[in-house]
């Protein structure tokens, strides 16, 4: 449900509350209210509008790396096994489950590391 709610974050940012889009709507009504600000300060605006979403976006992203720390230390307490791809015995379904299951975490991995480092 975080990363669900992660991806709305971003899909508004990229759509809807894109900083342009905005301060194109915000001028619009400016403009028939017979006022007018330059472009830079329809961008910060726009922005400040947009803050507390992307806030949202930030402590979704801590909630989201709490989580995934969570479900990597769960293994060492043995409530939660790794399970090794290279297994002889497994079925090739079973080894392309465990293979995608770690090429999911690595590019979580990559997305909350350069979130972080972001923030």
Sequence with gaps: MTFLLLLVTIFL????????????????YLNNTGQSLRREQLIFLAKQIR?????????LGYV???????????????????QNPLAKN???????QKWTYIIFYIG??????????IV
């Design 64 to 82: 989201l790396v709490g989580l995934f720390s969570l479900r990597f230390l769960l293994p060492f307490f043995g409530t939660l096994k790794f």
């Design 13 to 28: 940012r990229l759509t809807w509350m894109n900083k342009d889009y905005m301060a194109d709507i915000i001028y619009a």
């Design 51 to 59: 803050k507390p979403m992307w806030d949202w976006h930030i402590y």
């Design 108 to 117: 979580v991995v990559v997305s909350l590391v350069t979130g972080l480092i």
């Design 90 to 96: 497994l079925s090739l379904k079973q080894k392309f």
